[in-house]
């Protein structure tokens, strides 16, 4: 059997860049969730395609849409054989990706990319509901948390650093929006799963949560 990771949290509570990290450290392959229902997103957004008519959602993604491509630890996902993922986190794709991946269909498609990545390399996969319903079988199960106000300073930068200018305001209500819309709609909601580690990364540092997690994995093996 493959061994499996799972890392869950809210918007910037650090989930990419330990993900990233700790696969590294410990030779897993590093699936972002969250790549994959942004690429749904822009894709929808790009066909003008009604995200409340779920029929029309379905008929546009019931097809070969995705392909996703081994690489040196991480996964490519290609949009129909173009690699979309510079586009994927402006703040539009960002604001609309939370009412996609509450769809069941999209949640479908997705689930079915994840369950066979999952059997077929060790994994460590980063998102809402990875814990609690992607591999409730993980062997080490994370719920990282941040506080809101450190979380929205953290994305502020990225999206400076992309050249997306917004107030500390701006981001801090869209992360609050996406916090509640994620973690109280219907499906496969943002909780922490009953046997995940939580850790609170607001006042520690990349490295600190990084050696926290590995750690943690070490002293249990
Ligand atoms: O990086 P950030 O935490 O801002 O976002 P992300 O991990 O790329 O996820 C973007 C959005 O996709 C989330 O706000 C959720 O609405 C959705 N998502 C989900 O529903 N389930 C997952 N396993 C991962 C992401």
Redesign the pocket.
């Known amino acids: 059997m493959n061994s499996s990771i799972a890392i869950d949290g809210?918007?910037?509570?650090g989930?990419?860049t330990i993900t990233e990290l700790v696969s590294r450290r410990l030779g897993l392959f590093h699936v972002?969730?969250?790549?994959f229902?942004?690429t749904i997103t822009y894709y929808l957004i790009e066909q003008g395609i009604d995200f409340n008519d779920e029929i029309k959602v379905l008929n546009a993604i019931n097809c070969d849409l995705l392909e996703v491509i081994p690489g040196d630890g991480v996964f490519k996902i290609l949009l129909n054989g173009k690699d979309v993922s510079d586009k994927i986190r402006t703040r539009e794709i960002?604001k609309a990706?939370?009412p996609v991946?509450a769809i069941g269909c999209v949640r479908d498609k997705v689930n079915k990319i994840f369950r066979r990545l999952s059997s077929e390399y060790n994994i460590i996969m980063?998102?809402?509901?990875?814990g609690t319903i992607?591999l409730p079988n993980a062997e080490h199960k994370f719920y990282l948390n941040a506080s809101v106000d450190e979380r929205a300073k953290r994305?502020r930068l990225e999206l400076l650093e992309k050249g997306e200018e917004f107030t500390f305001e701006e981001i801090r209500l869209d992360i609050q929006n996406?916090d509640h819309?994620?973690s109280t709609r219907k499906i496969?909601p943002l909780k922490k799963a009953a046997d995940a580690d939580e850790i609170d990364t607001t006042s520690m540092s990349v490295e600190e949560v990084v050696e926290d997690i590995v750690g943690r994995i070490k002293k249990s093996e």
């Open positions: 809210p918007a910037g509570s989930k990419s972002d969730s969250g790549a229902y942004r960002t990706v939370s991946s980063e998102g809402r509901d990875i992607v994305r996406r819309y994620d496969a």
